[in-house]
C-alpha cells in the first residue's frame, strides 16, 4: 500500500531558493551559493559500464550525464524529513566559508542524493 507522501515543491525568488507546500515555505538560501557550493552551473555524474548498460539511464558516450545544477535544484521536490533536517539549520549562522549553515548543508543532501543515483541505501 502506497503511503502519501507529500513533497516539498522548489521556488526560486530574486535569486533565493525555497521550498514550499501549502503554507508553509522554508527558505534555503541564495542560489549563486548552491552553485557555487555544488561546483558550477553543470554537474556531471559518472556511471560505471554495469551501470550505464540499464535500459532506462542514457548516458554519454563516456559513461556520464551532465546536468544543469540551476534547472534540477528549481525542479526537484523533496521529502518532508529532508525539509525537517534544513529547518533545523540556523539560515543565519554561518559556515567557515561564510556560506549560511542551511545553504551548505542542502547542498550537502542534495550531492548525496545525485552521487547515490537513485540508490540511497549503498
Not at 503511503?3 to 542560489?31: A, K
Not at 540551476?70 to 525539509?83: K, S
Request: net charge negative.
Amino acid at each position: 500500500m502506497m503511503t502519501d507522501n507529500p513533497r516539498y515543491e522548489p521556488r526560486i525568488e530574486d535569486e533565493t531558493l525555497y521550498l514550499e507546500r501549502g503554507q508553509r515555505r522554508l527558505e534555503v538560501g541564495p542560489m549563486a551559493s548552491i552553485v557555487e557550493l555544488v561546483g558550477g552551473e553543470t554537474y556531471t555524474l559518472e556511471y560505471t559500464d554495469q551501470q550505464s548498460a540499464a535500459a532506462w539511464l542514457a548516458t554519454d558516450d563516456d559513461n556520464t550525464i551532465t546536468f544543469d545544477t540551476r534547472e534540477v535544484v528549481g525542479e526537484m521536490p523533496h521529502t518532508e524529513e529532508f525539509v525537517a533536517n534544513l529547518e533545523n539549520c540556523s539560515i543565519d549562522e554561518t559556515t567557515a566559508d561564510g556560506y549560511p549553515k542551511r545553504t551548505s548543508l542542502f547542498v550537502d543532501l542534495l550531492l548525496e542524493i545525485w552521487e547515490s543515483k537513485g540508490n540511497l541505501d549503498a
